[in-house]
């Protein structure tokens, strides 16, 4: 059995574990990934990108559906999900190649197959051919994200079946568009596919058991998101439980579901996307002989540095209990590449870290909400501002949301260090970076107030909504 060492090696190549491949080489470690399916993980095959593929094609018939507003006369449009299928795959496929060819060029050794650790940071790698080889790192990085959860009897079709039922997995591989979908979930990846399918033309049914979607964020943006998803005709049900469905023969089912004081309800649809969140995936990892941890909710348990018990073995990314967001997985990667570099690096900042939820009206925040940081024990100063009163959103005819900031409150009354910025809104996940710099910066009112924004644009609701909190205004 061949036996290579590497300074560095990576189980898992999504987000996590080829960013740490990536920034690793590029100070200066050798290093080897293994991946059990295709480079890019979830994010990139299963995940971010194609969701946000079908998002622009959903985009897309909206803005023709609106084409005669801006004066373009166009016929009926029609929708070829199809087609829409086919350039997401071909926006994956183009990245994933790309992604490979690039770990080449840097001497990235990808290795084909399923990794197991083992004692003294030993890695096993069963090949798909069936043949075994062995990798030692003096450093190893567990990166083996997360899968979707699911709800007994809502169980998706095995692999190369079709059924009414289906994870983000399945709801991206679909090639023709279901006239009736229910959502169980209003998260965040949800509410995503709500807003792609009742933009395409479908009936949405949104089904949350707990008393609102999207908890957690702010209540003024969640509203706006309530009240637009209400303006596309998503039926959103909250407070409510489901309890089975009954397949009726023809590809559809029906959605049987209830609120605590109410009988059952029945929903007839041809869609159902569960979309309950997703569990760490460290089933596979071996971790036989090691003094890795991994607690009751699957979670491999690290420190501040991303360390397990198990000395110089990392964990990153979906598999440990952080913020499952992609962009964490690569600010992790980069704080373990740090720390096994003898680098000192600041631990990062969970509270803080940039959130973008891609729905129509967008959402972005970074920072606490209102309600959490008046929670907090903060004494706080709030200004919001509408998008309706933006010149560019009027232009672009996207009227709906608004932008928040929340700021510490002076001993003077004053406002001070900008906590939180909270967004909602067209292409607000564009514009989140200046309000997360400013969080993230600790910069207060009066220092981000100084800061100029291009006109017309729809950055300047941000200047503007810091601006007011100095007590002076342009527009407000
Ligand atoms: P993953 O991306 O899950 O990658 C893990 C990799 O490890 C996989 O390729 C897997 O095959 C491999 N693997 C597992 N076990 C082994 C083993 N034993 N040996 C070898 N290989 C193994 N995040 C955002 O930031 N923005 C978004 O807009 C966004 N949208 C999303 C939309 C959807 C529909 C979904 C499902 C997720 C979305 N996410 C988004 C979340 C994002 O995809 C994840 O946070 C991110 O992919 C996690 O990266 P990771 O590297 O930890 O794990």
Redesign the pocket.
């Known amino acids: 059995m061949d036996q290579q060492q590497f300074d560095l090696v990576v189980?898992?190549?999504?987000?996590?574990?080829y960013g740490a491949a990536l920034y690793a080489t590029s100070a200066g470690l050798s290093v080897a990934v293994?991946?059990?399916?295709a480079l890019g993980?979830?994010?990139l095959n299963?995940?971010?990108i194609p969701?946000?593929a079908f998002l622009e094609s959903a985009a897309v018939n909206r803005h023709v559906q609106h084409a005669a507003e801006f004066g373009i006369e166009s016929s009926a449009p029609v929708v070829n999900f199809a087609v829409a299928q086919v350039r997401k795959q071909k926006i994956v496929d183009g990245i994933v190649k790309s992604l490979g060819a690039f770990m080449k060029s840097k001497k990235i050794t990808v290795l084909d197959g399923?990794?197991?650790l083992g004692a003294n940071r030993t890695v096993t790698v069963q090949h798909p051919d069936g043949s075994s080889s062995t990798v030692v790192g003096t450093n190893v990085i567990l990166?083996?994200?997360?899968v979707p959860r699911t709800i007994p009897g809502f169980e998706p079709a095995p692999p190369g079946q079709h059924g009414p039922v289906m994870t983000?997995d399945e709801v991206l591989m679909l090639s023709s568009l279901p006239a009736r979908v229910a959502v169980i979930g209003g998260g965040a990846?949800g509410c995503e596919f709500a807003s792609t399918f009742a933009d395409l033309g479908a009936q949405v049914t949104i089904l949350e058991g707990l008393p609102k979607i999207l908890p957690g964020l702010d209540t003024d943006v969640a509203n706006v998101v309530v009240r637009s998803f209400k303006k596309k005709n998503i039926d959103i049900k909250t407070g409510v439980k489901v309890l089975g469905h009954t397949p009726n023969g023809y590809g559809g089912t029906t959605v049987h579901f209830g609120a605590a004081d109410s009988d059952a309800q029945n929903l007839e649809v041809d869609a159902v996307v569960v979309s309950i969140g997703?569990r760490p995936?460290a089933d596979?990892?071996g971790l036989h002989g090691t003094a890795v941890v991994v607690s009751d909710r699957g979670f491999v348990e690290v420190d501040q540095y991303c360390r397990t018990a198990e000395p110089g073995v990392y964990a990153?990314?979906?598999?440990i209990n952080t913020p499952?967001?992609?962009?964490v997985?690569y600010a992790e990667a980069i704080l373990v590449t740090k720390h096994i570099l003898g680098e000192s690096p600041s631990p990062i900042r969970y509270d803080r870290v940039p959130w973008?939820i891609?729905c129509h009206p967008e959402v972005a925040f970074s920072g606490p909400s209102e309600e959490a940081a008046r929670e907090a024990g903060f004494d706080v100063v709030v200004a919001k501002h509408q998008f309706r009163a933006n010149s560019r959103a009027q232009i672009l005819g996207e009227l709906d949301g608004l932008v928040k900031v929340i700021a510490k409150k002076n001993a003077d009354g004053s406002a001070g260090q900008i906590l939180g910025v909270h967004m909602v809104g067209p292409w607000v996940t564009e514009q989140l970076s200046g309000g997360y710099l400013a969080v993230n910066w600790e910069a207060t009112v009066a220092e981000v107030a100084e800061y100029i924004q291009p006109h017309p644009s729809l950055t300047e609701l941000f200047g503007e909504t810091v601006l007011s909190l100095t007590g002076r205004s342009l527009n407000a």
Request: net charge positive; proline share 2%; charged share 15%.
């Open positions: 189980i898992g190549g999504g987000p996590g574990g293994v991946e059990k399916g993980g979830t994010c299963r995940g971010c969701a946000k399923l990794g197991t990166a083996s994200g997360s983000s990846i997703r995936f596979q990892l990153v990314g979906d598999l499952a967001l992609a962009h997985g973008a891609y």
